[in-house]
């Protein structure tokens, strides 16, 4: 049986999604462990008044593609781009180059679809599901295709506790739920959302989940695999630990506690925080690509690509690293010393969300507004309570997924492709991963200088000093106000006070008598 690199080569892949960020190390590991694959041809859409090559180029200089420019400078001459709108009819591909996909294209890897959780349902049903429909007719034309992958979500069916890998019936007909929409204003269509997808906590699974039954009945045409990824985070090995260029998901939670502004988060401290290496997620999806062309399923087949059921972490776990990583490895201008707390009590979360992040942030503002500077703080709160509050449902609650077909996958493959296409999560060292996650945020998302460490920890010792400072400040205050004023106070007062110094007598004895 052909390797994966060996496989690979030779053939023309099409890539959706590719300036995402799981799209961008597809392309990276492609080019780098399969070097003789021919040509990636990716659909991608001007934005921000950038051509589409415009886009491509820029992708191509970041930093994540250093290892292919080091071994192969000419590595962009295999990517192609090809013009490309999602939500437009027939993907707005030319004739031109839908007669070139069509005839040349082996393998397809769906990676493209909005990840917003609080996207409004008719925006997150034509990219993730009514643009899935149009790349499968596309592909049905594709004279030489031997895969499609599909990349979905280990969440898209969360309303259930045990997820197998199967592919469950949709909440909704895909085809009547788009025909009913079609007609409704956006105003009748954000009302009954609440009803349209009940017990999932948003349009995100929810159109996942449909677009995995959309794909499920193309599999009598096309040869199939899901792949199913939990929480995607940083780069675990390649092409370099720490790898991330994004505030999505744990990335922005991570740089709110790094920064200080975060100091409260509700969270299950036991449950299991099902995080999943990018890399991991890529070198499943190869692999996956591989086997269905060389196997050809009768079926589609559905890989649950998480850690929670091999190797897991906890969100108390998580916490505690990131905490002790931000204060060896600190950002730059912290808000406050980091210092967050994880409860899963909704009114304890509330009080220190009062105390530790409005009152702050009201202090900070009127200081701003009294130096003449526009007050910001309230703002970012505002909207990293937000954020913090669409993750909840995630980080409060387990799941129990079954990966027996991502063992399968990990026993078909070589010795030496599982070295080269590592997706085995038993190996992953949990604290040395959120160590080097942490530092990639620094690194790569902020774009902090590690050079700048030494000033970044005296800046933590000057917030410590402000803060020591403000504490004895608010003793005496209170001292002077209330206590040095009332009798019973002051009794009260040395009462506390003489007893915690009994205390640390009876404690110097005890420690004596036992030496």
């Given at each position: 049986m052909v390797s994966i690199a060996e496989y690979y080569a030779g053939k023309n892949v099409l890539i959706t999604g590719a300036t995402g960020f799981m799209g961008k190390v597809l392309v990276e590991k492609l080019l780098r462990s399969c070097p003789e694959v021919k040509a990636l041809y990716l659909l991608v859409r001007p934005k921000a008044g950038q051509s589409m090559q415009q886009r491509v180029s820029d992708m191509m200089k970041c930093k994540l593609f250093d290892r292919v420019r080091e071994d192969n400078p000419d590595f962009h001459q295999k990517i192609i781009p090809?013009?490309?709108?999602?939500?437009?009819?027939?993907?707005?591909?030319?004739?031109?180059?839908?007669?070139?996909?069509?005839?040349?294209?082996?393998?397809?890897?769906?990676?493209?679809?909005?990840?917003?959780?609080?996207?409004?349902?008719?925006?997150?049903?034509?990219?993730?599901?009514?643009?899935?429909?149009?790349?499968?007719?596309?592909?049905?034309?594709?004279?030489?295709?031997?895969?499609?992958?599909?990349?979905?979500?280990?969440?898209?069916?969360?309303?259930?506790?045990?997820?197998?890998?199967?592919?469950?019936?949709?909440?909704?007909?895909?085809?009547?739920?788009?025909?009913?929409?079609e007609w409704m204003d956006d105003g009748i269509v954000r009302d009954i959302t609440p009803r349209l997808i009940g017990t999932r906590p948003n349009t995100y699974t929810y159109t996942k989940a449909l677009a995995e039954y959309v794909v499920q009945q193309e599999q009598d045409k096309l040869n199939i695999g899901i792949i199913r990824p939990s929480i995607v985070g940083a780069s675990w090995q390649e092409p370099f630990p720490g790898w991330i260029d994004n505030f999505n998901g744990p990335s922005g939670v991570f740089i709110a506690a790094g920064k200080g502004i975060l100091r409260t988060m509700r969270a299950n401290n036991d449950a299991v925080a099902d995080l999943?290496?990018?890399?991991?997620?890529?070198?499943?999806?190869?692999?996956?690509?591989?086997?269905?062309?060389?196997?050809?399923?009768?079926?589609?087949?559905?890989?649950?690509?998480?850690?929670?059921?091999?190797?897991?972490?906890?969100?108390?776990?998580?916490?505690?690293?990131?905490?002790?990583?931000?204060?060896?490895?600190?950002?730059?201008?912290?808000?406050?010393?980091?210092?967050?707390?994880?409860?899963?009590?909704?009114?304890?979360?509330?009080?220190?969300?009062?105390?530790s992040h409005k009152f702050p942030a009201l202090i900070y503002d009127l200081f701003l507004r009294l130096s003449g500077q526009k007050p910001q703080m309230m703002r970012i709160f505002n909207r990293l309570h937000k954020a913090i509050g669409l993750l909840e449902y995630f980080s409060s609650q387990d799941w129990e997924w079954n990966s027996e077909n991502m063992t399968m996958l990990m026993n078909q493959l070589t010795p030496e492709d599982r070295k080269t296409?590592?997706?085995?999560?038993?190996?992953?060292?949990?604290?040395?991963?959120?160590?080097?996650?942490?530092i990639g945020t620094k690194k790569y998302v902020l774009n902090e200088d590690m050079s700048d460490i030494p000033a970044a920890r005296q800046h933590l010792r000057k917030l410590r000093n402000i803060r020591y400072t403000f504490n004895t400040l608010l003793v005496v205050?209170?001292?002077?106000?209330?206590?040095?004023?009332?009798?019973?106070?002051?009794?009260?007062?040395?009462?506390?006070v003489s007893l915690c110094f009994k205390f640390l007598s009876y404690f110097r004895a005890s420690s004596t008598i036992t030496n």
């Open positions: 090809i013009s490309s709108e999602l939500i437009q009819p027939g993907l707005a591909i030319s004739p031109e180059d839908v007669e070139r996909l069509t005839a040349c294209i082996n393998i397809v890897f769906h990676c493209a679809a909005t990840i917003r959780f609080d996207e409004p349902l008719k925006h997150a049903l034509q990219l993730n599901v009514i643009a899935t429909q149009k790349l499968l007719s596309l592909a049905q034309q594709m004279h030489h295709l031997e895969a499609f992958i599909h990349i979905s979500t280990a969440y898209a069916n969360c309303n259930r506790r045990h997820i197998d890998e199967v592919i469950y019936p949709p909440p909704v007909e895909p085809k009547k739920l788009i025909e009913s929409l999943i290496p990018v890399d991991v997620v890529i070198n499943l999806t190869l692999a996956a690509g591989w086997y269905t062309a060389v196997h050809r399923p009768k079926n589609a087949v559905v890989y649950n690509c998480t850690t929670g059921g091999i190797n897991p972490f906890h969100w108390g776990e998580i916490e505690h690293h990131v905490m002790s990583s931000f204060k060896r490895n600190p950002l730059e201008q912290a808000f406050r010393r980091p210092n967050a707390n994880i409860t899963s009590n909704y009114l304890i979360n509330q009080y220190w969300i009062l105390v296409f590592n997706f085995d999560v038993r190996q992953l060292n949990w604290p040395e991963y959120i160590e080097n996650y942490c205050f209170i001292w002077r106000v209330f206590i040095a004023r009332s009798q019973m106070a002051r009794n009260i007062w040395y009462f506390v």
